[in-house]
């Protein structure tokens, strides 16, 4: 039941930034994560980022340093801020979510582990 609309992707240089929006539709109810993947092309899915209902964020360890997620919860959107943008961050952007009561430790940031995913978004980094 719940719809996921990523926005934000585009063109960018080697270097730059890039903010990605992830608006989430439909009750989140209780405790759930949501995160963030990247599909590069012909590859699998990766997981990014992820944050639970409490506003906690983890991060891939490669990804450390250079994104930073944020959520809103009155909004119900959460956020993927990219700097120092590489040809390798390109490919499609996922946002995912799954609810998980009694959750203990951080979300996971495997995408079997979830069940609602949006459209995705396009990111394309140019050298």
């Known amino acids: 039941q719940v719809q996921l609309v990523e926005s934000g992707g585009g063109s960018a240089q080697a270097g730059g930034s890039l903010r990605l929006s992830c608006a989430a539709y439909?009750?989140?109810?209780?405790?759930?994560?949501m995160g963030w993947f990247h599909q590069a092309p012909g590859k699998e899915r990766e997981g990014v980022a992820s944050?639970?209902?409490?506003?906690?964020?983890w991060y891939a360890e490669a990804m450390k340093g250079r994104v930073t997620a944020s959520y809103s919860n009155d909004q119900d959107t959460v956020f993927l801020r990219f700097t120092n943008l590489k040809p390798e961050d390109t490919g499609m952007y996922y946002c995912?979510?799954?609810?998980?009561?009694?959750?203990?430790?951080?979300?996971?940031?495997?995408?079997?582990?979830?069940?609602?995913w949006g459209q995705g978004t396009q990111v394309t980094v140019s050298s």
């Open positions: 995912a979510h799954f609810f998980a009561p009694g959750l203990e430790g951080p979300c996971p940031l495997q995408r079997q582990s979830y069940r609602h």
């Open positions: 439909g009750n989140l109810y209780s405790t759930y994560c």
């Open positions: 944050v639970n209902h409490a506003g906690t964020m």
